[in-house]
């Protein structure tokens, strides 16, 4: 059995020992984030697109607040990934972070999503391609967004079903040419 004294000593070395485990993983922690360095400047930003580019470089660095010759901040790059993606133009938006002696090399590398260059309406017997378009929101020449076109298809057979044409079915089908990434 153990005399309070001992008690006492065991839990102040408990202490000690709990302390130096946080303040070594914290260390850790704050290392791997920063690959290394514990303050580190941003030297460098690349930007690298997977497939055709899907906007100009001036519009992306205006959508990042990541900007060279400043602090390197993982929280920002964070945001900035999130404001690429916000713009819609993007499917993919990843980030990678190289150390270097002089700081931090960032690049970001972005995957566009296809543009529509076309809009074919097959099997409407009754009504124009025309008068179709008039019912949907997507536009040739913007950026294929699925949900809009999940709409879409729900407004055409409205517009049918309006007119009293009860047993419609709409349909979408992309069609993407892999070397331009346009649908």
Partial sequence: MLTPKDQKRMKLKFFRYAVLVVLL???????????GLQTSTVTK???HHIGPAAASESMIRSHIRTTEG?????????DDVRNLYKTG?????RVTRDPMAEGMSVTFVLQGKPIVTDM???????YSA???LKEVDTV????IDDRK???????????YQRKGYYDIEVTIEKQVSELSGRG
């Fill in 25 to 35: 993983c914290w260390g850790n922690a704050n290392t791997q984030e920063t690959g």
């Fill in 45 to 47: 930003i690349g930007i």
């Fill in 70 to 78: 400043k602090e390197y901040n993982p929280n920002m790059l964070d």
């Fill in 89 to 93: 133009f993007f499917q993919l938006v």
């Fill in 120 to 126: 074919t309406f097959v099997g409407n017997e009754k």
């Fill in 130 to 132: 025309g008068k179709l």
């Fill in 140 to 143: 040739v020449g913007e950026p």
């Fill in 149 to 159: 076109l999940f709409f879409d298809a729900q407004a055409i057979e409205d517009f």
